[in-house]
């Protein structure tokens, strides 16, 4: 019987060969991946295996990274977060308020620059309630007789025309609004300078009257005071034109405005002190008091002849 040792070694491929295997594997491989994305998912599902056990291989060193950082924040942060408290506690009264005070006092700064603005002076007035009449747009506010308000006076805010005073009373006084149907204030628009009278509705609203049909006005046109009633200074904001309705079978338009105040909002005004009479120019004063002499001599020759028939 033929004996032979066992080989020391197990042969198997030679080294050459499986290193051209494994490269043409990786090269088609890469092909397939390039053109047809076919290891795609499999690149995504090694990825979220892997994803984990990465996170917890980090997890030491982010751990001795954030330790120290964490120790020595967490004294400062409780410092602050006491002081901010303290803070608050001292300053709560103030704090509740500081909204509300902040847009009052933004309302009270526009009406100063309103008055600096048009030269106007007058004295500021709380709006105490309106008054409960269903048919008219009427407010009471704190200022009367003793504060030397008289009717007529104009009563502004922030924005534009609130109304008029029309009744005086020891402490208080009446002020119609301008949207209610007995007001009317002369009005100028503002883009081409036409002068009329707007009217309140009792609703509201306003409307623009005594405009032909075909007259230069437009939607969204700002209406502010003329000044020609001798009331109102000339040039406060008093409503926009909202809507216009054109018939060629009426001689006027019918033109609704919106005012531009808070007539029904806020709860402080501005009167405004009475306009001066206007004084009459030299000429115009002679030509008055002739005119007065002549009308008083017709009088009294019409009494002598009179006296002289009985």
């Known amino acids: 019987m033929d004996h032979q040792p066992p080989p020391f070694f197990k042969r198997g491929p030679a080294p050459l060969a499986l290193l051209s295997f494994y490269v043409a594997i990786s090269l088609a491989l890469l092909l397939i991946d390039a ?21 917890l291989a980090h997890l030491p060193a982010q751990f001795l990274d954030n330790a120290g950082n964490y120790f020595v924040s967490v004294s400062r942060l409780q410092d602050e977060n ?4 303290r803070a608050r506690l001292e300053n ?16 009270l700064r526009r009406l100063l620059g309103v008055k600096q603005r048009q030269q106007a002076s007058g004295q500021l007035a709380q709006i105490l309630y309106s008054v409960r009449d269903p048919y008219s747009r009427r407010i009471v506010i704190d200022k009367g007789q003793q504060d030397k308000v008289v009717t007529g006076q104009p009563v502004i805010d ?38 009329s009278v707007v009217f309140g509705l009792g609703n509201g609203q306003l409307e623009l009257r005594y405009l032909p049909a075909n007259a230069d006005v437009h939607d969204g046109d700002v209406l502010v005071t003329s000044g020609l009633d001798g009331i109102f200074l ?12 054109r018939d060629t079978s009426y001689s006027f ?13 806020f709860s402080e005004v501005m009167i405004l002190d009475p306009r001066p009479a206007v004084a009459l120019p030299e000429q115009l004063a002679k030509v008055a008091a002739a005119r007065d002499a002549k009308s008083s001599a017709r009088s009294g020759l019409t009494k002598k002849k009179r006296l002289k028939k009985d």
């Open 92 to 107: 709560v009264a103030q704090l509740l308020r500081t909204q509300q005070l902040e847009v009052e006092n933004e309302r």
């Open 253 to 265: 338009a019918r033109i609704f405005c919106v005012p531009l105040a808070g007539v029904e909002n």
């Open 158 to 195: 922030d924005v534009g025309i609130v109304g008029q005073v029309t009744r005086v009373f020891p402490f208080v006084s009446e002020v119609t609004l301008i949207t209610d149907k007995e007001q009317a204030v002369p009005v100028q628009i503002v883009r081409t300078g036409l002068r």
């Open 35 to 55: 053109r047809l994305q076919a290891l795609e998912v499999l690149r995504q599902a090694i990825s979220a295996f892997t994803e984990p056990v990465q996170q």
């Open 234 to 245: 000339p040039g406060f904001p008093v409503a926009k034109v909202a809507h216009i309705e």
């Open 82 to 85: 006491a002081q901010l408290k």
